[in-house]
């Protein structure tokens, strides 16, 4: 039997303070008419950009939750994780994609690992093997540039990935270990600061671009909430390249309403100002293909 609304089991650690990860899903993608089942797999007093904050180690109680899960019969309509802490996460997760299949589920992967060209302090060869595992099971996938590059040869070369065609190359080359929908944040389009997010969609071999203006300020989540509202779209049946667009537009009006108000920036954009616009789908769209 089909849910009556929507689920999606969001498999993230949660801050008490700071919006990332699922302070963010939770409220993006309920604004959306999602109903979301969260996973934790860590408490924070508040997310890793604060300093001093408190760290609850999860992973063990996830497995207890899964059986639960399972046991309860639940179905899930989307399966959605992102920042995983440890190699024996990703493999949790993978079992859980496993334990829970279903009928044009949507199974998104956001690889956190690093940005700017390096990896995160938590990541190693391990983990990186791990998430291309991971990622082969997922029916979306939402690399950064790093990542991408990382998932596919292992390093980060910014002067050979800052070129489109070498872009659009690795996301095909991925696309061949699973995942239909790869779409790589942060590729620039020129030097003088525009920057684009490009999806690949490897079942119609067609590549859409969306670009936006370089804002200068850097805030905590806006990964967290362009995949969730990527997700939310792709969920209620919008095509992919307006997936992709509406996700840009949704960060980009919560970042300039926060940039406009002086919003403290590790708090991360002020998307309760903006998650209103969400409940419709937008008016205009500026994709292209290419």
């Known amino acids: ?12 650690d949660i801050s008490g303070f700071g919006k990332a ?31 001093n904050f408190t760290f ?23 399966i959605y994780s992102g920042f995983l802490g440890s190699a024996k996460q990703i493999n949790i997760v993978s079992r859980f994609i496993d334990v829970f299949p279903c009928d044009n589920q949507i199974v998104l992967v956001d690889p956190v690992m690093g940005d700017d060209g390096s990896l995160y302090k938590t990541m190693n060869e391990e983990m990186i093997e791990g998430m291309k595992g991971l990622i082969a099971k997922a029916t979306v996938i939402t690399p950064n540039l790093t990542e991408l590059a990382f998932l596919t040869e292992g390093r980060c070369d910014r002067n050979q990935f800052g070129r489109l065609e070498a872009v659009k190359n690795a996301m095909r080359s991925l696309s061949v270990s699973g995942p239909r929908y790869i779409v790589t944040t942060s590729v620039p ?30 805030y905590s989540g806006t990964g967290d909430t362009f ?6 779209c792709l969920m209620r049946g919008e095509n992919f390249p307006a997936s992709i667009d509406t996700a840009v537009q949704f960060v980009s009006r919560a970042i300039h309403r926060s940039f406009g108000f002086n919003h403290e920036r590790q708090e991360g954009p002020a998307i309760e100002a903006v998650l209103s616009t969400l409940q419709q789908s937008a008016l205009t769209y500026s994709y292209e293909a290419i």
């Not at 039997?1 to 999606?8: C, D, L, S």
């Not at 600061?193 to 119609?204: M, R």
């Not at 995949?227 to 939310?232: D, E, K, N, Q, R």
């Open 1 to 12: 039997m089909a849910n009556m609304i929507q689920r999606v089991a969001a498999i993230h």
């Open 21 to 51: 990860s699922l302070t963010v899903v939770i409220p993006t993608l309920s604004s959306m008419g999602i109903q979301v089942c969260p996973l934790p797999t860590a408490v924070l007093s508040a997310h890793t950009g604060f300093s």
């Open 56 to 78: 609850l180690d999860l992973t063990n109680e996830m497995e207890g939750i899964i059986e639960h899960w399972e046991w309860m019969r639940i179905k899930f309509d989307a």
């Open 189 to 218: 389009v020129n030097e003088g600061g525009e920057f684009s997010v490009v999806g690949f969609d490897a079942q119609d071999n067609r590549f859409w671009r969306v670009k936006n203006k370089y804002i200068p300020v850097h």
């Open 227 to 232: 995949a969730s509202v990527l997700l939310g």
